[in-house]
Structures are given as C-alpha cells and as structure tokens.
Antibody, heavy 122, light 108 residues
C-alpha cells in the first residue's frame, strides 16, 4: 500500500521560513516524481512544484513561488522536502504532497498525503 | 497558462439522480490531457479520471468522463451518498498544470 505522509506545517510570520517533509512508502521511491499542491482555506487546488526521479532530480515550480520555494529529495529516507522562504500571507493553506502518476505520463496525481497546514500570519 | 472554468458552481441533486459537470478550458487542452478529482471535506483529493475518459484504478463505472479540445464533462450516473463532494478538473497538456475552481455536488 502506498503511503504519503506530510509533516512540518506550522504558524509562521510573514517573511519567515519553513520546511515541510513528505515521507513516501509502498513504491519505488527512486523512480517517483513528486509534487506539492496547495489549497488555501475554502479555495481550490494550486500546483506548487515538483521534483523528478532520482536519475534526473530536476525541479520545476509555479511562477508564484519561483525563487522562494525549493524542493529536494533524500533518497536515504524516501523523503521529499519543500523549503519555503520569504513566506507571504497568501501562502497560507494546506500543502499536499502527491505522487505523479505514470498513467498520465507523470502529470496527474494518483497518491496524496493527508496534507499539512501552513499559516502565515503576524 | 490555461484557465479552467467549471460549471455549475454547485449542483443540488438527490441520491439516484445523475450529475453532469462541465470543465471549459481557455485554450485547447493538447492530447485530451485532462483529469478529474473528487475531494470530500477534510480529505485529500482522489484521482477519478485521466486522459479525459479513462477511469483510475478502483473507480466505479458510474463515473465517466468525456470531451476534447476545450470542453470536457464528468458524468456521475445514479448518485450514491458517498458521491456528494467537490469535484475538480485539472489539465496537464500545457505547463503549468492548472486546476478548475471546483463544482460542489450537494444533497438536495
């Protein structure tokens, strides 16, 4: 059974930094492309960024987080991290870690974590 | 970026009825690379449909997707109590991947 478990959400002041973690099990992590998707309170879904498999390790990001957020992977712990710097109040929301499905060529999301809440407020 | 507009915003139906949800793209979605997700309160989204019309693993056949180009639909035949939720479409034919704003299917 595939499991995706996020952690690290917290209340943080504007301009601050936070690191989210996502532990993955039940699949071949080295082959996994992983994305972060967020959801502001009462709003819809928004793709944040992704990291491709171990061989590539390439990342790409939504424009609104470029230069502020960084995604990395730790193969020894089957974990993906989302480092968030220069946080803004509009970054508030639930952050989901998701697995990109091979049936969609890696562009849709078949396994999701339960989400972790990030609140940016003074 | 491609903007997806879902309609209606809310659909009020009774169990046993059918639901038809619309997702319209601001430009053509290449390869019919469109997915649908279901989200219940306090839960993560669940993948229902990919490639506009293919059901994901374990999804009941009362869920069906269709369409191409700029117009896509999700049909839920014979609504079950567990189907009342919010549904999102997502395109993955162009970067960045984008989602619609959602359609809520509520019990009438």
């Amino acid at each position: 059974e595939v499991q995706v478990v996020e952690s690290g959400g917290d209340l943080i002041k504007p301009g601050g930094s936070l690191r989210l973690s996502c532990a993955v099990s039940g699949l071949t992590f080295s082959d996994a492309w992983m994305s972060w998707v967020r959801q502001a309170p009462g709003k819809g879904l928004e793709w944040v960024g992704r990291v491709k498999d171990r061989r590539s390790g390439a990342t790409d990001y939504a424009e609104f987080v470029k230069g502020r957020f960084t995604i990395s992977r730790d193969e020894s712990k089957n974990t993906v991290h989302l480092q968030m710097d220069s946080l803004k109040t509009e970054d508030t929301g639930v952050y989901y870690c998701t697995h990109e499905s091979s049936v969609c060529g890696g562009e849709c999301f078949d396994f999701w974590g339960q989400g972790t809440l990030v609140t940016v407020s003074s | 970026e491609i903007v997806l507009t879902q309609s209606p915003g809310t659909l009020s139906l009774s169990p046993g009825e059918s639901a038809t949800l619309s997702c319209r793209a601001s430009q053509s979605v290449s390869g019919s690379y469109l997915a649908w997700y279901q989200q219940k309160p306090g839960q993560a989204p669940r993948l229902l449909i990919y490639g506009a019309s293919s059901r994901a693993t374990g999804i009941p056949d009362r869920f069906s997707g269709g369409g191409s180009g700029t117009d896509f639909t999700l049909t839920i035949s014979r609504l079950e109590p567990e189907d009342f939720a919010v549904y999102y479409c997502q395109q993955y034919g162009s970067s960045p991947r984008t989602f619609g704003q959602g359609t809520k299917v509520e019990i009438k």
